[in-house]
C-alpha cells in the first residue's frame, strides 16, 4: 500500500501524526497539570495545518490528487481539527454533561462537513478540477479555537478558572465559553460560500 502514496500523501500522514501527537501532549496536560502541554498542543494543531495546506499544493502541483488522498486527508483531518481540539477544551474545563455535548456536536459537525465537501467536490469543481468556493467553513478553521483556548492557559483561564464561569442547568454544567465550540461546529455545517484560496 504504501508504494501507491504520492509525495502528497506523506504530508497528509504529517498532518494526521501532528493531530495525534496534539492528543498526546493534551492526556500528559491532564496528568500532569503543566500548562506547557497545552501549548506544544497548540503548535502541533499548526503544524498539522501546515501539511494540511501543502499536501493540497503539492497534489495539485504534481497533479497527482487520488480519490485515496482525499479521503485520506479527510480523516486526518478529523484528528487535527476535529477531535484533538475537542479535547482539548475538555482537557482545559469544559467537562460538564453539556460541554460534553457541545464538543461531540462539534466533532459531529466537522465529521459531516467533510463527508458533505467529500461528496460534492466533483460537482463543484470547475474545469480545471479545482473547487472554487468551501460550503461552510473548512474544518482547519478550527485552530482559531484551539489558539483561543491557548490564549486562555496563558492568562490562566482554564480549568475552575475558565472565562464566563459555569451555570447549572436542571442540575448539570454548562460552561458558556464551550459555545465557541458551538459555533464553530454549526459554522461549518452552514450553507454559506467561502472562497477557496
Known amino acids: 500500500m504504501i508504494r501507491e502514496f504520492h509525495l502528497a500523501d506523506w504530508f497528509t500522514l504529517g498532518n494526521a501524526v501532528c493531530g495525534t501527537a496534539a492528543l498526546f501532549s493534551t492526556m500528559s496536560y491532564v496528568q500532569t497539570d503543566r500548562v506547557g502541554h497545552v501549548y ?19 497534489a495539485r502541483w504534481r497533479q497527482k490528487a487520488s480519490a485515496m488522498g482525499r479521503e485520506l486527508d479527510s480523516l486526518a483531518d478529523v484528528i487535527s481539527f476535529g477531535v484533538t481540539p475537542a479535547m482539548l477544551g475538555y482537557a482545559c474545563g469544559m467537562q460538564g454533561l453539556y460541554d460534553r455535548i457541545i464538543l461531540a456536536f462539534f466533532v ?70 464551550t459555545l465557541i465550540f458551538a459555533l464553530s461546529g454549526s459554522l461549518m455545517i452552514s450553507r454559506i460560500h467561502i472562497p477557496k484560496l
Not at 501539511?51 to 499544493?57: A, P, T
Not at 466537522?110 to 472554487?132: D, F, P, W
Not at 484551539?146 to 483561564?157: D, I, K, P, Q, R
Open 40 to 58: 506544544f498542543a497548540c503548535a502541533l494543531v499548526f503544524a498539522a495545518l501546515v501539511f494540511d495546506v501543502l499536501d493540497g499544493r503539492i
Open 108 to 177: 459531529a459537525c466537522g465529521v459531516s462537513r467533510l463527508a458533505r465537501y467529500n461528496v460534492t467536490a466533483e460537482a463543484m469543481a470547475e474545469e480545471s478540477g479545482k473547487v472554487k468556493h468551501f460550503e461552510g467553513t473548512p474544518i482547519p478553521t478550527s485552530f482559531l479555537v484551539v489558539c483561543v483556548l491557548t490564549t486562555a492557559a496563558s492568562m490562566g483561564a482554564i480549568g475552575q478558572h475558565l472565562w464566563l464561569g459555569e451555570l447549572m442547568l436542571s442540575g448539570y454544567v454548562l460552561h458558556p465559553f
